[in-house]
């Protein structure tokens, strides 16, 4: 089976920096992806890891462990807009799908 | 690209009729769609992984006869929701995945259905 957990909720402050972690347990991994989630809307997609290290874009990074099951994503310069729920979810190859986390629901302050 | 389209966006019937929900990748050919249902402030909850052209694999706990969906083509698939009840009205999202490695879903904006 496979267990992603990730914390339920965030709160940030405009113009800062969060970081939202995700760990997971799985086999045949085979990616890591990040999504966005508004409320009332459906996910679109943030990034993907498969290799180990971190990938930047714009103001959203995202970073892989394969070794400690662990990915990050990290959102800087906050803008409210920011202010949503974000997936984690892990392909695993040998189910040929992706197993999403519970999603963490991050909340910026003016 | 890839861009993925859901129909309809919204849905009110009456309990005991059947809705069908339409899912197409407007601009690849998706090898897998997948379908979600997701409830108010609840996370994604997969129901089922349908290939082109063979029977869809359904999680545990999804009734195969209540949520029919048929992946005609590479491009669409459809879930019909057969006797909708009122526990039945949730957001229905599909996804599609190109293959090719990367494996990425690519979401349809989804589909609201209250019946009532």
């Known amino acids: 089976g496979q267990n992603i957990d990730q914390p339920t909720e965030m709160t940030a402050t405009e113009g800062a920096i969060v970081q939202i972690n995700c760990t997971y347990q799985t086999s045949g991994f085979n990616g890591l992806f990040w999504y966005q989630q508004h409320a009332g809307e459906a996910p679109t997609f943030l990034s993907y890891n498969v290799l180990d290290g971190l990938e930047e874009k714009g103001r959203f990074s995202s970073f892989l462990s394969r070794s400690k099951g662990y990915s990050y994503l990290l959102l800087k310069e906050l803008q409210m807009k920011d202010s949503a729920s974000y997936l984690c979810?892990?392909?695993?190859?040998?189910?040929?799908?992706?197993?999403f986390g519970d999603g963490t629901t991050l909340t910026v302050k003016p | 690209g890839a861009v993925v389209s859901q129909h309809p966006s919204r849905v009110i019937c009456k309990s005991g009729t059947s809705v069908k929900i339409e899912c197409r990748s407007l601009d690849f050919q998706a090898t897998t769609m997948f379908w979600y249902r997701q409830f108010p402030k609840q996370s994604l909850m997969l129901m089922a992984t349908?290939?082109?052209?063979?029977?869809?694999?359904?999680e545990q706990g999804v009734e195969k006869d209540k949520f029919l969906i048929n992946h005609a083509s590479l491009t669409l698939s459809t879930l019909t929701v057969t006797s909708a009840h009122p526990e039945d009205s949730s957001f229905y999202i599909c996804?599609?995945?190109?293959?090719?490695?990367?494996?990425?879903?690519?979401f349809g904006p989804g589909t609201r259905l209250t019946v009532l």
């Open positions: 979810a892990v392909y695993n190859t040998n189910a040929g799908k992706s197993t």
């Open positions: 349908s290939n082109e052209g063979s029977k869809a694999t359904y």
């Open positions: 996804s599609a995945a190109r293959g090719g490695g990367r494996n990425e879903q690519f």
